[in-house]
């Protein structure tokens, strides 16, 4: 089974533009968290969902960041607009539902620069 | 409110010696307790957990770590440390596997 799958892996983009990360489920699990890892501030929930529903955002930096689950399997973070000190690795993790072992399912994670 | 501290942001050892990696815990009810590893360029991934039940707990790749709940401590140890440990490990706590704390992790240099 395909674990969970983050794209792009590497954005490098200019402040001011807008970043979609994308995030896609192992299936069957039916809750997601979006972390970001910087040297600063170590790992840091930005925002969890369960069952397609946003939990808890109070992570989330302001409101130029967004995050949507629109079906069980797929997720966005979205940045709008970025600015250098979003600078980060953005991680996406999952976690089985009606089996919970409590174990998070990590993705390879999305390395953001914003110049 | 839960959180986590682990003790120590870069620790070396040579290679064959203990590896001991310390963590504390804050948490109102009883805790679940995590350890995760972290190579360079990855996601995270489980080494071991605590949920109930025995309170030493193994993992992956011979490390072991035992939940101590009189000194809210949950350290990770390794008897003979090979190269291939050398990576950055994360502790965390969990009360109801809705919201998972990390700590600020500990980066592992293991010496030939």
């Known amino acids: 089974d395909a674990g969970v799958i983050q794209s792009p892996r590497h954005e490098v983009t200019e402040m001011g533009q807008e970043v979609t990360l994308r995030c896609k489920l192992i299936?069957?699990?039916?809750?997601l968290f979006w972390y970001r890892q910087t040297m600063m501030r170590g790992l840091e929930l930005l925002i969890y969902?369960?069952?397609?529903?946003?939990?808890?955002d109070s992570g989330m930096p302001e409101d130029r960041f967004s995050a949507k689950m629109p079906n069980a399997s797929f997720s966005t973070l979205k940045i709008q607009p970025s600015e250098p000190r979003d600078s980060a690795v953005y991680f996406c993790?999952?976690?089985?539902?009606?089996?919970?072992?409590?174990?998070?399912?990590f993705g390879e994670g999305s390395r953001l620069t914003v110049l | 409110a839960q959180s986590v501290t682990q003790l120590g942001s870069h620790v070396s050892v040579s290679e064959g010696a203990l590896v001991l990696l310390r963590c504390n815990y804050s948490?109102?009810?009883?805790?679940?307790l995590f350890w995760y590893v972290q190579y360079p360029n990855q996601g995270l991934q489980l080494l071991l957990k605590?949920?109930?039940?025995?309170?030493l707990v193994k993992g992956i790749n011979g490390f072991e770590a035992e939940f101590k709940k009189s000194e809210t401590s949950f350290h990770l140890t390794k008897p003979s440390a090979h190269m291939s440990d050398a990576a950055e490990y994360f502790c965390?706590?969990?009360?109801?596997?809705?919201?998972?704390?990390f700590g600020s992790g500990t980066k592992l240099n293991v010496k030939p």
């Open positions: 993790a999952s976690i089985i539902g009606r089996t919970n072992t409590g174990e998070l399912f």
């Open positions: 299936s069957g699990h039916n809750s």
């Open positions: 969902f369960n069952n397609n529903v946003p939990i808890d």
């Open positions: 948490s109102s009810v009883p805790p679940y």
């Open positions: 605590y949920t109930t039940g025995a309170t």
């Open positions: 965390a706590v969990s009360t109801n596997f809705n919201k998972f704390y």
